[in-house]
């Protein structure tokens, strides 16, 4: 039996990372989508790992990892940063031409809201 393309848990083979295949990484490494469920960020550590597997669009893909017990609780959203958001959101929901707050996100290629836009514009 062969050992899986990606497997070199030494890192000899990938500048001294330590690299996975899909699916194979040990516990206690997550990426930080995963830390990110859990309520935590990385914490300022350097990826420890990384996973790599065949893209279907030719090449590889590396996903980093980092260790759980490094890993640090996600910063609390201030006031001011909720704020902040809020206004950039509503901001991108206001029609430049009418003024209304269109209740979505306004299509980027069109700039205006679907109503401003009219029937020539949704391909009717």
Same mark, same amino acid.
């Given at each position: 039996?062969?050992?899986? +393309? ?20 040990? &516990? $206690? ?6 830390? *990110? ?6 914490? $300022?550590?350097? %990826? @420890? @790992?990384?996973?790599?597997? +065949?893209? *279907?669009?030719?090449? #590889? *893909? ?5 260790? !759980?017990?490094?890993?640090? %609780?996600? *910063?609390? !959203? #201030? %006031?001011?940063?909720? @704020? ?5 959101? +509503? ?7 009418? $003024? ?5 996100? !306004?299509?980027?290629? !069109?700039?205006?809201?679907? #109503?401003? &836009?009219?029937?020539?514009?949704? $391909?009717?």
């Amino acid at each position: 039996m062969s050992r899986p +393309r990606h497997w070199d848990p030494d890192g000899a083979r990938h500048g001294g990372t330590p690299t996975y295949p899909w699916r194979m990484a040990p &516990a $206690g490494y997550f990426t930080r989508r995963q830390l *990110r469920a859990k309520g935590l960020r990385p914490g $300022g550590q350097d %990826p @420890a @790992a990384q996973i790599m597997w +065949r893209s *279907r669009y030719g090449g #590889t *893909r590396p996903a980093y990892l980092y260790r !759980l017990d490094r890993a640090k %609780p996600v *910063r609390p !959203l #201030t %006031p001011a940063k909720a @704020a902040a958001l809020a206004k950039a959101n +509503r901001a991108r929901r206001t029609c430049p031409a009418c $003024g209304q707050d269109a209740g979505y996100v !306004l299509p980027a290629h !069109l700039g205006i809201c679907l #109503t401003c &836009a009219g029937p020539a514009a949704l $391909g009717a």
